[in-house]
């Protein structure tokens, strides 16, 4: 995703020296945007704020950066209050990463001294520069914290102690692949790609977790065997951190596990200033999450996610639960990570069956809001099927965007998010069924996704066409077709009574989310008992 390299930060902080030293050393071109202006203007940046005024020069600004950002793969040095303005954010968030610069309120005082070439401190003496230095960076926090990352450029010369600091940094941002926005203005990036953990740590120092926290990395006994090697490069990279394992499956997303880890955490005198790492499926991101978000009232939670359906699904949008014997989920929180890192590589040990799982919530995505998507995935089901890293990356980062659009928009579930919960009604009431032991959670919302589908149809709301398209899709993906495939049978009257304990159920009433076509779902309580019935037929 980053194309362009943007530099933000107070005057003096080192955006320019920075800029080119960084263009230079990666060979890319540079952009001053204060040049740009005064090229443009024919004037000084000095000489528009004394003749035309602040509001002409931010508009100047506005239409340079809108320019600039044209440019492919380019540094550029933004004047000090470019920010200010969330146009020029949206631009330069658009067409690559932001980064802030920051200085010591005494430091940038100082270099600003040898220069008297800055228009909002013209004519001020150290002290009164100073004292309009610590309003003016008290003022714009609010916009400097909306960079991705920040940089510390206190010590000289750049060239020795903050060009290395950046490069390092970019090690991991370089691939930065999603950024979900959600409504409250909070931000955090995914980042997608081979052989990334090694990054972790880097991903903890820019995020300014490391040193600032304790980190607890929590993974389940699977994992912790297959992916050993990581696990403890993870542990490792998060300063020799300890360790907190679940046994795995679903079957402990409970209140006791959890409780487990919570008595871990007291016992190790952990404080608010404490970071979970979880690296590790849905079920150990529900609970990790969930931990974070209940522990001493909120701790800091990253997300390293080592299924494909935790790569798609749950470890975007910030749903953390346990379940409880009267369904699934039904205790939780909306808690967001502070970032999500994953690393196809860590597939490789994944078994096929839940590979498969992952793949049935990505033909979701094509199905509740993207047909070309779904056009893609038709396309390019074998070249997933056998890992094919371009394709998969493609296909984990369109399901991350996909859902950070829709989280975006409806982070608590009020409207839209409903969507995302499209073969989870019927999947959710297959897994109570079956104790939560007899299929993984993905397969039963493939197999929930058929019997939506086929209701849709009885309902007069979809097609047999597309049906059937949905279906030889999931077909590819190696979804069973029945239960009785796999040796299950379960009772059409448990399920019903089953999805009206589902917490989608909204009381008594019980909610679906069907196609309407591929592309575009519908929330409805509208289909009969016998109508559901009969769609279950499909899968019995
Ligand atoms: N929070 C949300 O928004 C959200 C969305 C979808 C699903 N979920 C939840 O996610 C859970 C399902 O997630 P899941 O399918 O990842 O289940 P999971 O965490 O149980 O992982 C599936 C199995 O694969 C193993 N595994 C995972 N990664 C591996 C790897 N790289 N190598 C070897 N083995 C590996 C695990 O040990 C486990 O046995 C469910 O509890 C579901 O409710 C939550």
Not at 158 to 167: A, F, N, Q, Y
Not at 338 to 347: N, W
Not at 481 to 486: G, S
Not at 494 to 512: C, F, L, M, N, P
Request: net charge positive.
């Amino acid at each position: 995703m980053p194309n362009n390299i943007y530099f933000t930060g107070f005057m003096a902080s080192g955006k320019t020296r920075i800029g080119k030293l960084l263009a230079n050393h990666l060979n890319l071109d540079y952009v001053d945007s204060d040049v740009f202006i005064t090229e443009h203007a024919g004037k000084s940046i000095a000489e528009i704020f004394e003749q035309d005024g602040e509001a002409k020069f931010r508009e100047l600004e506005k239409e340079a950066i809108k320019e600039i950002s044209k440019k492919e793969n380019v540094v550029v040095s933004l004047g000090g209050g470019a920010i200010t303005k969330s146009e020029n954010v949206e631009v330069i968030k658009n067409t690559g990463i932001l980064i802030c610069m920051r200085a010591e309120p005494e430091i940038l005082c100082e270099r600003i001294g040898r220069n008297n070439n800055r228009p909002l401190m013209a004519g001020l003496d150290p002290e009164a520069r100073l004292e309009k230095i610590i309003n003016m960076l008290a003022e714009r926090e609010k916009f400097y914290s909306l960079a991705d990352f920040s940089i510390d450029s206190n010590e000289d010369p750049p060239e020795k102690h903050v060009l290395p600091r950046i490069l390092d940094a970019l090690k991991l941002w370089e691939y930065l692949a999603v950024r979900v926005n959600l409504a409250s203005g909070e931000a955090y990036p995914i980042f997608i790609g081979k052989g990334i953990l090694k990054y972790a740590n880097i991903l903890l120092k820019t995020l300014k977790i490391l040193p600032k926290c304790e980190m607890l990395v929590c993974t389940d006994s699977n994992i912790a065997k297959k992916q050993k090697k990581n696990f403890m490069m993870i542990c490792q990279k998060a300063g020799e951190s300890k360790n907190f394992i679940f046994p795995a499956g679903e079957r402990s997303k409970n209140l006791e596990k959890l409780n487990s880890l919570w008595t871990f955490m007291l016992k190790k005198r952990y404080t608010r200033k404490t970071c979970l790492l979880q690296f590790s499926g849905g079920v150990v991101g529900d609970m990790a999450g969930f931990a974070a978000a209940t522990y001493q009232r909120g701790v800091s939670f990253v997300q390293f996610p080592t299924s494909l359906l935790a790569m798609v699904d749950s470890s975007v949008g910030g749903k953390v639960a346990i379940n409880h014997p009267e369904g699934k989920n039904m205790i939780g929180a909306f808690y967001q990570p502070q970032a999500v890192v994953c690393d196809l590589s860590v597939l490789k040990t994944l078994p096929k069956e839940e590979f498969h799982a992952g793949l049935a919530e990505i033909v979701k995505y094509g199905i509740i809001y993207d047909f070309y998507f779904f056009e893609w995935l038709e396309k390019n089901a074998s070249a997933l099927m056998r890992k094919d890293a371009a394709a998969l990356k493609y296909a984990v980062q369109r399901s991350c965007e996909i859902k950070a659009e829709v989280v975006g928009i409806d982070e608590r579930e009020l409207g839209l998010r409903a969507i995302l919960n499209y073969g989870h009604t019927f999947g959710h009431a297959i897994e109570k069924l079956t104790n939560f032991n007899k299929l993984s959670h993905g397969i039963a919302i493939g197999l929930g996704m058929r019997i939506a589908g086929r209701l849709s149809t009885i309902m007069g709301m979809w097609n047999e066409k597309e049906e059937s398209r949905q279906n030889e899709l999931l077909n590819k993906f190696g979804i069973p077709e029945t239960l009785k495939e796999r040796g299950i049978k379960i009772d059409a009257e448990k399920t019903w009574d089953a999805i009206a304990g589902d917490k989608k159920a909204e009381k008594q009433t019980r909610v679906y989310i069907l196609p309407l076509e591929i592309g575009k779902v519908v929330k409805t309580s509208a289909p009969s008992k016998k109508q559901v019935f009969e769609a279950l037929e499909v899968v019995l």
